[in-house]
């Protein structure tokens, strides 16, 4: 196939995007922050896609064109046709596929031919009919163990058939950019015919560990720990300020584990799973203001998932809680209700880092 050198590309008035996988808007919040067009979106959750109407679109002006559905469901053809997107115009394909068949929840040989894994592959139907400048696949690290190594390389295949040159994967954390939040995800790119010179890939962190040794340039002095997270009032009215009703017996547990980082170990709680097994210790600990957030999941506002809990008070955490510590904006509302809203917070990619990476790549393009 012959390939399209970046160089013959016309110059926008503003850089275009298309967002796949799109879910609640992460990657085209972080987009529109960054002043890229989002032409058009696809996702098949409908609450998601809910949430993506009424932040993205309504009252939006030069909104984004949604599909609800799936790719699979909708061909390339008749996407660009009803997008009314010439090939050729794009200049970045975004999206983050499902990532639950690589979690690292998933033991032994999990996961391995995972048929959601072969929605990564849909991307290629979707990179050949758009023929976008660059494209960028963020995932969960697992994908890179080495029970996935075939996958990987079947991925930079169809990549360099598709005429795409494309970096090695890179794992980035985002709390090393700006998030409250230690959260660590892969990111594939690839440019259409060659690498630009003048990429800087990974982007320089921002943010360090106070203790941190780095002696590069540095625009803050530290990570942004949990307490940002809490420290201002929830808005009033915000339908998004909801956190699950827990027990009575599981709220006189929560006042047993010692503020600000307690765990259940200290609370005295110990199930039948845990007698004989060690692992998940996070799960009922509270989270501790002075640290950045651990990853918010599809779990976020279930304390039995990980370590959930309020600094100080005897519940989970908000929804709302778990947005901010993706950094999405408090007038950004999530529709669907409580656990159907946690699960789009927990897939979404955080808006500023999302902002970095894309970013980074429009500063490449000629």
């Known amino acids: 196939m012959p390939v399209r050198r970046i160089s013959s590309w016309p110059k926008h008035s503003r850089p275009t995007a298309v967002d796949l996988f799109a879910g609640a808007g992460g990657f085209s919040l972080a987009a529109r922050k960054q002043d890229i067009k989002v032409l058009a979106a696809i996702e098949n959750n409908s609450a998601a896609c809910d949430t993506y109407q009424a932040n993205l679109i309504n009252n939006q002006f030069d909104a984004p064109v949604l599909f609800r559905k799936s790719i699979e469901d909708l061909s390339p053809v008749d996407f660009i046709a009803a997008a009314r997107i ?39 139907m979707y990179l050949q ?3 976008p400048r660059c494209f960028i696949v963020e995932n969960v690290p697992g994908m890179l163990w080495p029970r996935h190594e075939d996958y ?26 700006g998030v409250p939040q230690n959260r660590k995800r892969v990111f594939i790119v690839g440019f259409l015919g060659s ?27 530290g990570w942004r720990t949990a307490a ?31 503020l600000n980082g307690g765990s259940r170990h200290q609370s005295g709680r110990v199930l039948p ?26 779990a976020c506002v279930n304390p039995s998932k990980g370590r959930f809990l309020h600094p100080t008070e ?11 510590f993706q950094t999405f904006p408090d007038d950004y509302v999530f529709h669907g209700g409580l656990m159907a809203s946690g699960v789009q917070v927990g ?17 490449a393009l000629p």
């Open 86 to 124: 010439s090939s050729g115009t794009v200049d970045i394909l975004m999206g983050g596929p499902p990532c639950q068949g690589f979690s690292t929840h998933r033991i032994k040989d999990s996961g391995v031919g995972d048929p959601r894994n072969a929605l990564l592959l849909q991307y290629f």
């Open 195 to 221: 690498i630009p010179a003048g990429l800087q890939w990974p982007p320089f962190p921002t943010h360090y560990s106070p203790s941190s040794s780095e002696v590069l340039k540095q625009r803050l002095p």
């Open 273 to 298: 799973c845990h007698r004989n097994y060690d692992g998940h210790r996070d799960v009922y600990g509270r989270i501790n203001p002075d640290l950045p957030g651990p990853t918010m999941t599809t």
């Open 152 to 177: 990987i390389k079947n991925f930079y295949e169809h990549a360099r058939m598709a005429g795409y040159d494309v970096l090695e994967p890179v794992v980035l954390n985002a709390k090393s950019y």
């Open 228 to 258: 940002e997270v809490f420290a201002l009032s929830l808005p009033d009215g915000d339908p998004n300020n909801i956190h699950m009703n827990h027990k009575p017996e599981m709220v006189e547990l929560f006042r047993s584990t010692p």
């Open 347 to 363: 897939n979404a990619v955080p808006i500023l880092l999302g902002e970095t990476v894309l970013s980074t790549l429009v500063q």
């Open 129 to 131: 009919a758009l023929r």
């Open 314 to 324: 005897h519940h989970g955490i908000t929804v709302r809680h778990a947005a901010r």
